[in-house]
């Protein structure tokens, strides 16, 4: 109990000893009137059990805080006079500091049982003590400023009176309340404003309207930034209904751009965790835009933080890592939400480097999202919007950043290596390169090597190369840093017999840069991976195996290169050879190994070769290479005496003779063709002539300041080869088949050689070089185009040899092929006949010591070819035994040489080659036999297409005067076969892309565009002369071929026929398919500069006003719009052309103008991609007027009637490309759906009972006629479930669509599906008609694929069912007709026994079995006055006849009768019923 006189005395004393209270005193004096309020107050506490201590300590407070707390509720709340006494008691109790200190405090540390927070449980005073409380709060702002942080929580008044409105049982008024705090908190000092934001939700409690509190923080944090992380600590523990927190999660949004770098990681972690269904793209989107996460800090706070010790990357950037990949750990809807933003990114600049992070941070947390992570990643480099300037940002200068990441970077960079695109394994060999740079620590960079390791290891041969071409570049750039580490990589050196010629380039360039660099390192380890490599490259070289020795010379030149290069300067000790010693030393090594061996030698000659064409050597290999080469003319070559040669007996019986001497009677020398083929010891010397020139030409080249003029002789000398009689009837059976396989080989070699004589001379033609006079350079002009002649003649005539005596032609280069494969592991020493044909007899004429010295060589061969028989075939085997191996353009060009021609000349076989009749080649067509083997050929390099850029100017009477096109047709298959290779490759069985040489696979697409941009003009040129020939027919100028071919020394074949119709048109097709892929390269269509010249290269002289007059807004001359509409109307123009000489032609013709649109449907997706849309508006009208104008040329070629002249051959063979000109029809017409609608329901089954190609075509199609109706019929059906499938997914996204639809849309999904099924119902239907199996088995594997994507629609049919039931049970009735028809042909084919169908008819029956319930759900789901029967049907043929069968045999009448067509009224059940 507290008495009154001791509570004054304890007054007293207070006052008294005021003054060394550590709290300031007011100076007034109590009012008596405040003491009695005072002393009422300590009465009635006093009264419920509470004792106020006369020593400074706390109030006791009773033992029953429930009984004290209800003892002051019953008496104050009755009497409201005592309430004011009570309060104003209180009020003036604590305007003592130290009385207010002793209410605020407990009696036990740590706990909350002040009197103050008793007064506080009680109702009627709560709200009334609060304000007292907030009021009495500003006294305490400015207590000790300067230690305000030092202060412990007792001695803190402020947090003293926060602390006792934390977790209240009760608020009385919270709105009151709030309000109340709110108005003080906006006054509070920065760290007391921290202290309540952050206790909020305690102090607050779980009220359900917070909306001013909100409000209130909103407002403070647009004042001050630094309180966010309270702010968002309340945020995330206040009650909010869904609207607040909407608001709330928009605050923090909008904190992302101004926050501080030290407080992003708690904002992300809200943001992320704070995230539902209906924001979480919102917040994702903001958090991408706006996150700036490189370039976050100041160059100032970082210099700040590193005097302190510590790294902003460490309390920034890494806690921002942290907390991204913490909430996504814990989030998966924020995984699958980023993946859906990023995928759905189609611009580059739209990517930003934070994507790359989160795509990392995602691809941590584990396997459930690394797949789609990983394919992602993937796509967006492909796309490019990942590149590397983007990864160089993530990586370089962040090495602490990346550290914790540098498991997650390194296994996306092992994915995307192992990946077939070009561009993906691009990326990942710069990831790696990237990481291997900026870890320098040992673990780090073994960890690098050992994950490219696993990738040599593991047998892709892509994915080999790019770890190869890692390697190298890293061995390049850091070959010290290599050496140490050089044991993790030798193991590759023990497993090179499965790698190809590029990858073991790529290997020995690993190692020679690391044997280079180890020559001037101190330490054990470069003596021992120098060592290491030199003894695996002898051993190689040395070795009796053809495969091991190509690998060892290959590695001993690449050795040489980098030993040889003058540019590289090496210090050596004195008793150290000389890089150069070493070099020449290497050389002869190799040479010695590889001199009796052809193949090896020639091999070693091209790498020589390229060598020297890409390194300067030093002047000590220079002279010993010079002094090699010099022996080329005592082998090779003979002196001619009075123009004839010095030796005129025969060879092995046949006659020889001079070819081709373009220099006269002045020529001093000839080469020696037909001896050394006739010669058992020196015929393989002709394998290995074709190197040994070009690594002497190369020499001359590089001695002689890019001149050829010491060895000029060679490109006009004459070449001794059979005679010309051999090529006569009589001639040709005269001969026996040794002689006859010398004959072949003969031009075999002779061609190889005039095609080394082109990559040689055109050097001098094709460049700029002062020291060649301007009348010399067009003297090598006028030769050069004489040997294309030559060339031209001579592998006609070796086409027509193979054909009549087939022959596996000897390998005279090393083509693109593994070196342990059959091709190059087999050997061809071309001493032996019997080796390389082997079911050709032996010719008896070979000494016995021959065969002794090459027994085993022999032996191995028969192993070898053993081993073939006993080897399962191929499919290149099979297409090289029937001489089939040729790609679609082959067989197209072979058509072509026959235009207007078969007739008159007839066709060459083989029965042909044995019999009387005259032998008829001719120049034009395309060597079908020869290609096959085209591989084996030495390459024309791409110097030699600067031959198309020459030509006679003459006036003359007809358009080619010196009938140069077959010239340059041969060019233009050349350049034809290189795109081929830079094209996509679906044509790998293509002899083309066997014939593509090592040395051009090294060139990227990029460098031959630029080299071919100088073509185009003249790819032109000839385009327009074979146009303007093919007009003139072959009526005129027949001569101009035979003077021309005689003027170059041909020889006089009376049966080598020319036809200027056929060239012409073989030009044409050339030229069309070259522009066609030039202009599809994806390297093209990046290339502005390649892609405007190459249209400019195909433009009209005026585009017509029909063409351009559509466009809005008109596009402007130079454009490249502009310049795309031009290529199509010449190429237009060219169409109608071409429509009156050749089908082939046309459709070629009408191919081409389909690549012009793709190719700008391309641009203009790129470009948009880009962002650049300034345009793009011009160039979509462009894109719809060609989409037209190409529909209607694609209907002008399909209703062209063509006679049997222009078709080649009539109909036969042409299926495919009648099917490409329908698809285009279809695709590129006004109204795809209505343009089927008419072809399958009318127009087709017009044609159903014809057979034979009727003159009057009623039906307006002459191309649809009995030979063509299946190709119709198929491309009909597939169209047709193009349309389905895609308004399909139209439906199916309706349904999904929450919006509503309106009645018109859903009208007319419904009647395009009534056109597709009249359209299937047509084209089964006219198996009434046609009795192929083929038709049969189409409309079966067909139908049940449309009733396939059909069943997709049920939910949709059955939404809107109740507003358009009569529409879809007609539609519902019409596909029944089908069903049944469908049904017939199943039960006919079983019976038969046509497996053509019946494999086709398991899944068509589940189909309809879906179909057949799938509708009775819906009409008993739906009343309507249609009910639904469903039973069995009879068996009836497709005539409509009942079958007796073992279902119905017996019991007929209990069926119900049904129509055929299936007619069912609404007062008739629907069947759609299945077959038992």
Not at 884 to 898: H, K, M, P, R, W
Not at 1242 to 1250: A, D, G, K, R, Y
Request: hydrophobic content about 40%; aromatic content about 6%.
């Amino acid at each position: 109990m507290v008495f009154l006189h001791q509570q004054k005395s304890s007054l007293k004393r207070d006052s008294s000893s005021s003054s060394k209270s550590t709290f300031p005193v007011p100076p007034s004096k109590i009012p008596k009137s405040v003491d009695s309020e005072i002393e009422k107050m300590v009465s009635i506490l006093a009264d419920a059990g509470c004792t106020l201590m006369y020593h400074s300590g706390p109030p006791c407070l009773p033992s029953d805080p429930n009984k004290f707390r209800r003892h002051l509720t019953n008496l104050l709340s009755h009497d409201s006079s005592l309430r004011s006494h009570f309060l104003a008691g209180f009020s003036s109790y604590v305007q003592s500091p130290k009385n207010f200190n002793r209410v605020l405090s407990s009696l036990s540390p740590g706990r909350s049982d002040s009197l103050v927070r008793q007064l506080l449980l009680v109702p009627c005073i709560q709200l009334d003590l609060m304000h007292i409380l907030l009021e009495k709060l500003p006294e305490y702002f400015d207590v000790n400023p300067e230690t305000q942080t030092s202060l412990s929580f007792e001695k803190d008044v402020g947090r003293l009176i926060i602390s006792q409105f934390r977790w209240l049982d009760f608020l009385v008024d919270p709105k009151s309340f709030t309000e109340k705090l709110m108005e003080v908190l906006c006054i509070c000092p920065s760290h007391l404003k921290k202290e309540i934001i952050g206790s909020l939700p305690e102090i607050i409690g779980d009220q359900s309207n917070n909306k001013s509190v909100i409000d209130s923080l909103q407002q403070m944090l647009s004042e001050d930034s630094a309180i966010i992380v309270p702010v968002l600590d309340s945020f995330s523990n206040l009650n909010l209904d869904d609207e607040l927190q909407e608001q709330v999660v928009t605050i923090a949004l909008s904190c992302i751009r101004t926050i501080d770098a030290e407080h992003m990681p708690y904002l992300l972690r809200f943001l992320l965790l704070s995230a539902t269904q209906s924001n979480v793209r919102r917040i994702i989107s903001h958090v991408r835009q706006h996150l700036k996460f490189v370039g976050v800090s100041n160059s100032c706070a970082s210099q700040q933080n590193k005097v302190k010790g510590k790294s902003l990357v460490d309390n920034s950037e890494a806690s921002i890592l942290d907390a991204l990949r913490s909430s996504l750990r814990f989030k998966n809807m924020l995984c699958q939400e980023i993946l859906k933003e990023i995928d759905g990114l189609k611009k580059p600049q739209d990517h930003k480097v934070i994507d790359i992070w989160l795509l990392v941070l995602m691809y941590m947390n584990g396997d459930p999202l690394r797949k789609s992570v990983s394919k992602i990643f993937k796509k967006k480099v492909i796309e490019d919007c990942i590149h590397n300037v983007m990864l160089d940002q993530c990586i370089h200068g962040n090495k602490e950043l990346v550290q914790d990441h540098f498991p997650s970077f390194l296994s996306l960079s092992e994915y995307l290596l192992a990946c077939k695109e070009q561009k993906a394994r691009e990326f990942g060999i710069h990831v790696y390169t990237c990481l291997f740079e900026e870890f320098t620590d040992t673990y780090s960079r073994q960890e690098v090597l050992g994950a490219l390791i696993t990738h040599v290891g593991s047998g892709v041969s892509f994915e080999v190369s790019s770890a190869l071409e890692t390697m190298a570049l890293l061995a390049s750039e850091y070959a010290r840093e290599l050496i140490p580490l050089s044991s993790h990589i030798n193991g590759i050196l023990d497993y090179l017999e499965g790698y190809s010629a590029q990858n073991l380039h790529k290997v020995y360039e690993v190692f020679s840069s690391l044997a280079l660099s180890a020559r001037t390192s101190a330490p054990c380890y470069g003596t021992s991976i120098a060592n290491e490599l030199l003894m695996v490259v002898r051993k190689q070289v040395s070795h009796s195996e053809l495969k091991y020795k190509k690998m060892g010379l290959i590695g001993a030149l690449k050795i040489v290169s980098y030993l040889g290069d003058a540019s590289i300067v090496t210090s050596t000790s004195p008793s150290q050879k000389t890089n150069a010693e070493e070099a020449v030393e290497l050389l002869k090594t190799s040479l010695n190994c590889c001199k009796q061996l052809y193949l090896p030698l020639t091999l070693f000659y091209d790498e020589l070769t390229a060598i020297l064409n890409s390194r300067t050597l030093q002047p000590e290999i220079i002279e010993w290479i010079v002094k090699h080469v010099g022996e080329f003319e005592s082998i090779y070559l003979s002196d001619l005496e009075g123009g004839q040669p010095s030796n005129k007996d025969s060879f092995c019986g046949i006659e020889g003779e001079l070819w081709m001497n373009l220099d006269g009677d002045i020529s001093p020398i000839c080469l020696n063709i037909l001896p050394l083929a006739s010669s058992s010891s020196q015929s393989a010397s002709l394998q290995v002539l074709h190197a040994n020139f070009l690594l002497l030409s190369t020499v001359e080249r590089l001695t002689n300041q890019g001149s050829l003029g010491g060895i000029d002789a060679l490109l006009g000398c004459p070449l001794h080869l059979p005679s010309s009689k051999c090529f006569s009837v009589a001639g040709w059976q005269s001969l026996t088949e040794k002689q006859k396989q010398i004959v072949t080989l003969s031009l075999y070699h002779a061609a190889n050689w005039i095609r080394e004589l082109l990559n040689a001379f055109c050097t001098q033609v094709a460049g700029r070089l002062e020291c060649i006079s301007q009348t010399t350079k067009q003297e090598i002009i006028a030769k050069l185009l004489k040997r294309v002649r030559n060339l031209v003649v001579l592998e006609s005539l070796l086409n027509y040899a193979i054909k009549c005596c087939p022959q596996s032609l000897p390998d005279v280069h090393l083509h693109v092929e593994k070196c342990g494969s059959s091709l190059l592991s087999k050997p061809n020493s071309m001493g032996h006949m019997e080796k390389k044909n082997e079911h050709i007899k032996t010719y008896d004429s070979a000494s016995q010591d021959k065969k002794r010295r090459h027994k085993k060589i022999s032996k191995a061969s028969t192993i070898s070819d053993t081993n073939c028989k006993l080897r399962q075939p191929t499919i290149l085997d099979v297409l090289r035994k029937s001489g089939n191996l040729t790609s679609q353009g082959v067989l197209t060009e072979d058509a072509l040489s026959t235009v207007s021609n078969s007739s008159k000349f007839g066709s060459v076989d083989e029965t042909s080659c044995g019999s009387n009749e005259p032998i008829i080649v001719e120049v034009s067509a395309l060597a079908k036999v020869l290609e096959t083997q085209r591989f084996k050929f030495r390459p024309l390099l791409f110097p030699c297409l600067s031959i198309l850029t020459f030509s006679k100017n003459q006036d003359s009477c007809c358009s080619d005067p010196a009938a140069e096109l077959p010239l340059y047709l041969y060019l233009l298959r050349d350049l034809h076969y290189k795109l081929d290779y830079f094209s996509p490759p679906s044509k790998l069985l293509s002899p083309r892309f066997f014939s593509i040489p090592a040395g051009f696979t090294r060139m990227t697409v990029e460098k031959f565009l630029s080299e071919v941009k100088s073509v185009l003009p003249y790819l032109r040129k000839h385009f327009d002369s074979a146009v303007t020939l093919l007009k003139e027919g072959d009526e005129t100028c027949e001569d101009h071929w035979k003077v021309q071919s005689a003027i170059t020394g041909n020889p006089d074949i009376p049966n080598l026929m020319f036809s200027k119709s056929s060239v012409s048109s073989l030009v044409i097709k050339e030229v069309l398919n070259c522009f066609s892929k030039m202009l599809n390269l994806p390297e093209a269509q990046k290339d502005k500069s390649v892609l405007s010249d190459l249209l400019q290269s195909f433009q009209p002289i005026e585009i017509p006003a029909s063409v351009i007059s559509d466009i809005q807004p008109i596009p402007l001359p130079g454009t490249i719009d502009y310049l795309y509409l031009g290529a199509f109307s010449f190429l237009e123009g060219v169409l109608n052309i071409a429509c009156s000489f050749s089908f082939m032609l046309a459709s070629e013709s009408l191919l081409t103008l389909e690549s012009i649109v793709i190719s700008l449907q391309k641009f203009l997706d790129k470009l948009e991609g880009n962002g650049k849309s300034t345009h793009s508006k011009s160039i979509e009208g462009s894109l719809h007027v060609l989409h037209k104008r190409l529909g209607t040329s694609a209907q002008n070629l399909l209703q062209c009637k063509w006679d049997n002249e222009s078709l080649e051959n009539g109909w036969k063979n042409k299926g495919d490309i009648v099917q490409k000109i329908l698809w285009i029809y279809l695709e590129h017409s006004k109204s795809t759906c209505d343009l089927l609608h008419e072809l399958a329901c009318s127009i087709l089954p017009q044609v159903t009972l014809h057979r034979t190609i009727i003159e009057d075509n009623h039906h307006g199609f002459p191309t649809l006629c009995p030979a063509t109706l299946f190709v119709w019929y198929r491309v009909l059906h597939e169209v047709n479930l193009s349309i389905l499938n895609k308004l399909m997914k139209e439906v199916v996204h309706l349904e999904r669509c929450k919006t509503a639809v309106r009645p018109e849309t859903i009208q007319s999904h419904l009647m395009k599906m009534h056109k597709c099924v009249n359209v299937v119902v047509s084209l089964v239907s006219m198996c009434r008609n046609h009795e192929k199996v083929t038709v049969h088995g189409m409309a079966v594997k067909y139908g049940g694929k449309f009733v396939d994507f059909f069943l997709k629609s049920f939910d949709f049919l059955q939404a809107h069912f109740q507003t358009h039931n009569e529409t879809i049970i007609q539609l519902l009735k019409e596909l029944q007709k089908a069903t049944r028809t469908i049904q017939i042909l199943c039960s006919e084919a079983k019976g038969l026994k046509q497996t053509v169908i019946t494999s086709k008819i398991p899944a068509t029956k589940r189909s309809m079995e879906r179909f057949l319930f799938r509708v009775k759900a819906l009409l008993h789901t739906k009343s309507s006055g249609c009910t639904f029967w469903m039973g069995n049907l009879k068996h009836k043929d497709l005539m409509g006849q009942v079958v007796s069968s073992q279902a119905y045999v017996d019991d007929l009448s209990n069926n119900v009768e049904e129509d055929l067509e299936g007619a069912v009224h609404e007062d008739q059940p629907i069947s759609p019923a299945s077959e038992h």
